[in-house]
């Protein structure tokens, strides 16, 4: 197996009012992100990161979410979940920032219905299964904003790119570019999940694991639903998963 069974994972998403945005103490690792972080700010309104967004709930939760139609938006099933009840948040109550950076955006609509994971449970919390494809109430930006579905798995070593909204900066967007998809771990008993060495922490839930296509464009070849306690390794659900995109 490629990843020990006893490696702890913790999931990315933490309600808005939990949040210290403050930097960490030095000495301090952050899950996710490791002793050396290699995240950076990122242009917006450059491809691949004009398509991508802050998911939040007015319950108070912040995620990451990519726009892979114009009215569809790809994230994490755990970002809808209120964490009182355990149970998914009414629909209407999302809202997603395309392009979000210090309080503007560059456009914005209120999610109309939602779909997650084929068996997601939120008590057990399976990053297999950790998906949500949001159909938003009104279609955003020009065509080339969407990003692809990737089909297939890509090879492990395939190099690869993180960026998300992130806790301890959680007003830009920050992206390690730099990184590799590992392979794919397949537990017993669960769902496979692509294995990473992006960095990145809480509130990168539903960010897009990138990868490059042969054209010069960005694909979204998995989306980040865990990540281990103390160094840059992460868990995505493949983007082979879910279902057609219109």
């Known amino acids: 197996m490629l990843i020990r069974a006893a490696l702890a994972v913790l999931l990315l998403a933490l309600p808005a009012a939990a949040q210290d945005t403050r930097r960490p103490p030095p000495g301090l690792l952050m899950p996710g992100v490791g002793p050396d972080d290699p995240r950076r700010p990122v242009n917006r ?3 691949p990161f004009e398509s991508l967004g802050r998911v939040q709930t007015e319950l108070g939760g912040r995620c990451t979410g990519a726009l892979v139609a114009p009215d569809r938006v790809l994230t994490a099933a755990h970002c809808l979940i209120a964490p009182r009840t355990n149970r998914p948040v009414q629909p209407r109550s999302v809202h997603f920032l395309l392009g979000y950076e210090r309080g503007e955006w560059t456009a914005q609509a209120r999610v109309a219905s939602f779909v ?16 949500a494809l ?10 080339h904003r969407p990003l692809p579905l990737l089909r297939q798995v890509p090879a492990p070593r395939t190099p690869a790119m993180l960026a998300g909204y ?13 990184c590799r998809i590992l392979g794919l771990n397949r537990p017993r008993g669960g769902l ?18 990138l990868v490059q296509l042969p054209g010069g464009g960005w694909g979204v070849a998995g ?15 493949p983007a082979a998963v879910v279902g057609e995109v219109e």
Do not use: K, N
Not at 193 to 206: F, K
């Open 45 to 47: 309104r450059l491809q």
């Open 116 to 131: 997650i994971g084929d068996g997601y449970d939120p008590q057990r919390g399976e990053a297999g299964a950790d998906w």
């Open 134 to 143: 949001l159909t938003l109430d009104r279609r955003l930006g020009p065509p």
């Open 166 to 178: 992130q806790q301890d900066r959680p007003e830009v967007l920050l992206a390690d570019s730099q």
């Open 192 to 209: 496979p999940t692509l294995v990473h060495d992006c960095a990145g922490t809480r509130g990168s839930s539903g960010a897009p694991l």
């Open 223 to 237: 989306v980040a639903a865990a990540v281990s306690a103390d160094m840059a390794l992460g868990f995505a659900v």
